[in-house]
Every structure is written in structure tokens, then in C-alpha cells.
């Protein structure tokens, strides 16, 4: 929603400025259409040229993140920490029953408790891969969390792709504006012997083309970009509770312990009070004895 206001404020104070301060949008509105169809298609034109259709399609999907914000939420992370409680104290418990949820989470009676994380599969496939290794008895846990570093880097990159396409777009843009306004000084030179109100016409036009590169840019955009890779850097930490939760358990802490770590790496906006948690973990503990 805050996205929504932040665009409206922007196009107000922009164009209210400039009518308020005498300027008149009759100019602006003919040579429109004509500037954005070669700015805007010559960046879209760039944007497919660097990029692949995967990328393509990534990008496109994750533009809808900058409006709706981050995936996870409060209740998401105090359900991470409550699936995570689960899975580690069964498989401290009887490191033989705890295979069949972490080879087929689909049909786990404890991952289906969790419908939200179940639907990520980079999250399930985190948290069983890991619980796999560990059931593997690796001799060194730090390998584990080496492993695990590489692979969250890996997936954050990947994920950062859209943010980084658009804001390449962005930088190009003011640029792309420059071009159009020299197109119309073309056609303004080419029109030299018309009377000064064409000619000051014309190259008003021209100036449009300046003012949309640069406006599109800095006002959208860019903006765009930057609002993205915040969202997704925020929806990183949620994969990184994962890792700080298992790489504790490798380092066999008490389960409680292990929760608690992943608890306090929590962002602070979205991080279950103690007591919160608390009566979240005794809940899962009165559900499993029944």
C-alpha cells in the first residue's frame, strides 16, 4: 500500500509544482506518447537484450514484491522456529523415524502442520539436506556450515538478479531520455525556417524526452530496484534462521538452545517474544504427547 502512496506523492509534487508554477501540460501530453515509445521501448528493448527469459520472468514476478513487501511475516518465523523445534528433538529422539519426514516432507505430518513453509521448496530443501547430513554423521560440522554459507550466498544472488536488471535499466535510462531529446532537436533543426512559437514548441518536445529519461529513473524505477532488494534481503533472513538453527544442532546443543539462537538472529520486527514462543513450543510438545 505504502508503495501506492509513495508513486501518487511522487507524480503530485512533480506536476503540481510545475502547473503551480505556471507551467502548462499541453506540451508534455502531446510529445508523451512519442517520448515513451522510445525511451521506454528502447529500455525494455535493452532489458531483454541483457537478460534471459528466465531472468526475464523473474523479474516481472518479483516487481509485484516492491508493493506487496516481504513474504515472510511474524507468524511465519514463530512457525519456523516451531517446525525446526519439532524436527530436531525427533530426530534426537529416534533418528530413525525422523528419515521419513525429511525424505518426503509432502506427506510429513509434521511439515503439513506448516503449509506457508511447505509451499517454499528452497526452504524445505534447506532444512532437509541439512538434517540429512547431519543424520550422515559428518565428522567436522563446520563443513556443514561452509557448505550452507556457499549455497544461502548462491541463493540470495540469484534471487538479487531482478533487483540488480532493474536497477541497471534505471542507470541507463537518463541516457536513453538524452537520445530522444537529441532526436527532437534533429527534427527542430530540421524545421529551422518555421517562426520562433513552432520552434520553441519543438524543442519543448524535445526537452520532454530529458525530463522522462531522468523522471522515469530517479523517480520510479530506480526506486523500484532499490525497494526490491530490500525485500528480498529481508526475506533472506528467514533462510538464515534456518542455518543458524541447524548448525547449532550439529554443534549438539540442546534443542531448546538451538531454538533459542535461531530466536535471537530473528530481524527484531518479525523476532516471537520468549513467552510467545514459549507457549507456541508447549503447544507442539502437548500435540505431539497426544
Known sequence: MIGFVGIGVIFVMVFGGYILAG?????????????MMMIGGAAVGAFLISNDMAAVKHTAKDVGKVFKGPKWKHDDYRDLLCLLFELIRLARQNPVAIEEHIEDPENSSIFSKY?????????IALICDTMRSASMNYDDPHQVEEVLDKRMEANLNHAQHSSHALQTMADGLPALGIVAAVLGV?????????????????????????FLGVFLAYGLVGPFASKL???????????????????????????????????QNTPSHCRPSFSELEEALKEVKSSGAA
Open 186 to 210: 534533429i527534427k527542430t533543426m530540421a524545421s529551422i525556417d518555421q517562426p520562433p512559437e513552432v520552434l520553441g514548441k519543438m524543442i519543448g518536445g524535445a526537452l520532454v524526452g530529458t
Open 229 to 263: 532488494k530490500t525485500v528480498l534481503d529481508e526475506d533472506g533472513h528467514f533462510y538464515q534462521l534456518i542455518r543458524e538453527v541447524l548448525v547449532a544442532n550439529l554443534h549438539n546443543h540442546a534443542t531448546n538452545i538451538c531454538i533459542e539462537v535461531g530466536r
Open 23 to 35: 507551467g502548462k501540460l499541453g506540451i508534455i501530453l502531446k510529445s508523451l506518447p512519442f517520448e
Open 115 to 123: 503449509p506457508k513453509i511447505l509451499g517454499d521448496g528452497e526452504a
